[in-house]
């Protein structure tokens, strides 16, 4: 017989905002920046925070609001900046 962990101990899913930047594209981005993309349509970008999240719609938030995505790196940071 095989014991589940219960819900409190297991690790919480990564919450992703899905929306669209100034320019019209599609980006899906972990809240903390751990990983984030550029999309060509909103079934894409959802796709992808379906994935990267573990397949959780639950923790999938589509924002209203402009969405930007920042992927510069500066020599103490590497990585990804969602600002919503």
């Known amino acids: 017989m095989k014991l589940d962990e ?8 990564p919450t992703v905002f899905v929306g669209k930047n ?8 972990e809240q903390n920046g751990i990983f984030g993309g550029f999309f060509v349509n909103r079934a894409e970008a ?9 397949y959780h719609p639950e923790t999938i938030v589509e924002l ?5 995505l920042d992927v510069s790196v500066s020599p103490d940071i590497m990585g990804t900046t969602c600002v919503a």
């Open 46 to 54: 959802l796709k992808y925070a379906l994935r990267e999240n573990g």
């Open 6 to 13: 219960p819900p409190s101990c297991r690790p919480a899913a």
């Open 64 to 68: 209203s609001h402009e969405i930007e």
């Open 22 to 29: 100034r320019r019209g594209n599609w980006i899906a981005c």
